[in-house]
């Protein structure tokens, strides 16, 4: 399958009943959720787990999402989304990039960007990323 960037961290949704809407397709607020699982996943592969963070005292929280919904996804449908981290300041805020695809045909459903920001669990304030991020997510990333 060829994807907008290489070497994507990616995982497998199938498409179930709960997900579609009064329009007869997966409801946008899925995609949404996708989008979060794909990035809990791809974390954790890199050993940042909700466990993690919490014994660190720091969490990526959204600042920003943008998503381009480009095709409808349908119940029953299997597809693949894959997910980047394309930059890192190395100080407060880190950005992944999104790519939803249906094999069966290899449309491109989805395109997202969600630009994350280092905070304190205590307080939810803006706090710089531990090491342990900057090793995590650092050797992750990919220039776009």
């Known amino acids: 399958m ?21 329009f007869g397709h997966a409801n946008n607020a ?58 890192c300041d190395g100080r407060l805020s880190l950005t992944r990039r999104f790519q939803l695809r249906r094999p069966a045909d290899g449309a491109t459903l989805l395109r997202a960007r969600t630009r994350f920001a280092c905070i304190a669990l205590s307080s939810g304030r803006p706090r710089r990323l531990p090491e342990a991020f900057l090793s995590g997510y650092g050797r992750a990333m990919i220039a776009e």
């Open 30 to 87: 899925e995609y949404l959720r996708w989008v979060e699982r794909a990035s809990w996943a791809h974390s954790a592969s890199l050993g940042l787990t909700l466990e993690r963070y919490r014994a660190l005292d720091r969490a990526m929280a959204v600042h920003r999402h943008e998503l381009d919904y480009l095709a409808p996804a349908l119940e029953g449908d299997r597809l693949r989304l894959a997910t980047w981290i394309v930059a």
């Open 2 to 22: 060829s994807w907008d960037l290489p070497e994507p961290f990616v995982i497998e949704i199938e498409v179930e009943a709960a997900h579609i809407d009064a």
